[in-house]
Each structure stands twice: as structure tokens, then as C-alpha cells.
């Protein structure tokens, strides 16, 4: 039984589309840069799939079919014009990285919030001018991006996030940032540049772990 496939780059719909549905035993899938508009909704069949790739392609949304696939870890679409994500992003209860850099996602849905087992967490270069306060239940998020997007605020909430050892908030247009975020024990890199900050929390400077300097 087939358990991994690479179609990167090989006009994937037209060749494999219509038997995704029989591959029961596939693990990982790479279907980058196909031009593709969306991907089929046979892909929740494949019950033991555990890594989608569909970065650089033209899919303008993910469907809610997506959401049911059981055992998915990693979910990489990144590069595409996906403008809304699904409102049960939330069943992917298994999902530990998630890029969805270089889209066009203004909103989140608050189910992404109770993804606890999220480590990894990329949505720089998209639309977004708020991060919901929910941001605080990912316990287990050790990276997150989202640089590049029209963030006027930080919620103090994300000081819950102790596992945080990447934070990117580089070209937004934030003023300030909460004190809480002296919290964050982890962290090794913070990017803040492209922003308007005009004083840094003075713990901030303090975090042994810091390898990027604030």
C-alpha cells in the first residue's frame, strides 16, 4: 500500500484526483505548485493521512471536508488565495503545524483556539487586524508568526502561550505591547521590526533565553 506521494509540480488534478479515495494507507501527500484551485474533498478518505502539502498553488479556500481527516499533523498551504478558513478547523484534533502564510485570511475561527496539540502556527503575510485573546489556550505553541498583516494589538492573553520560543510580529501596526508578555520564559527570538513600538516592556530584555535580541 502506497504511503507516501509526491505530485509536486505535475498537474496533480487532472492525473490523480479521482483515486485519492481508495489510498486508505497514505501518510504524507505533496501536492506544491499545480496551480490548483481547490483540493477534492475525497482527500477525507484518506484516513491515515497525516501531512498535506499544498503550498504555491491557487486554492481560494479549504472545504469543510478537509476538517475530517482523523490522523492530520501537518497542514502546509502556504502561497495561495485562500481568503476564509473553515469554521471546524477546530476537528483536527491531531493538527501540529499549520502554515498558512502568504494568503489573503483576514479572520480566524475561534475553533482553531482548541487545537492544544498546535506547536507550530505560521499566518505571516496575510490579512489580519486582530488576534482573538483565545491566541492564550494554545498551550503547546512553541512558533508563531504573523508578521505582515495589519495587527494594530497583541492580546495579553498570548503570555499563556510559556512554550513560545519564536514569536514574529514584524510589519504590523502595533504601538505597544502588553507587559505580560515577560511571561514568556521560552522565547528565543522576537521580531518586532516594521512597527511603530515606542517602549519595549522592560522584562522583555531580561528572558535568558533570548537569541534574538529584542
Not at 16 to 30: F, I, P
Not at 66 to 79: H, S
Not at 168 to 180: G, H, R, T
Request: glycine letters at 4%.
Amino acid at each position: 500500500q502506497l504511503t507516501s506521494l509526491d505530485k509536486s509540480k505535475q498537474w496533480y488534478q487532472r492525473r490523480v484526483r479521482g483515486s485519492l479515495s481508495e489510498l486508505k494507507q497514505l501518510k504524507s501527500l505533496w501536492v506544491n505548485y499545480n496551480q490548483l484551485h481547490g483540493l477534492p474533498a475525497s482527500l477525507e478518505f484518506c484516513e491515515s493521512l497525516e501531512g498535506l502539502y499544498a503550498h504555491g498553488n491557487q486554492i481560494e479556500f479549504l472545504s469543510t471536508a478537509l476538517c475530517r481527516i482523523p490522523k492530520l499533523a501537518y497542514l502546509g498551504v502556504g502561497r495561495n488565495n485562500i481568503k476564509f478558513l473553515p469554521e471546524n478547523i477546530g476537528q483536527l484534533v491531531n493538527l501540529k503545524e499549520a502554515w498558512l502564510n502568504d494568503n489573503h485570511i483576514r479572520h480566524i475561527p475561534e475553533s482553531l483556539f482548541e487545537l492544544i496539540n498546535l506547536k507550530v502556527l505560521w499566518m505571516s503575510h496575510n490579512q489580519l487586524t486582530s488576534l482573538d485573546k483565545r491566541v492564550g489556550h494554545l498551550s503547546n505553541l512553541t512558533d508563531l508568526s504573523v508578521s505582515r498583516n495589519r495587527l494594530t494589538t497583541i492580546p495579553p492573553q498570548l503570555a499563556n502561550c510559556t512554550n513560545l520560543r519564536v514569536l514574529q510580529l514584524n510589519e504590523n501596526k502595533l504601538v505597544a505591547l502588553p507587559k505580560s508578555l515577560s511571561a514568556l520564559h521560552s522565547l528565543e527570538e522576537l521580531w518586532l521590526n516594521g512597527n511603530a513600538v515606542k517602549e519595549i516592556p522592560e522584562g522583555l530584555y531580561m528572558l535568558s533565553n533570548m537569541r534574538k535580541p529584542v
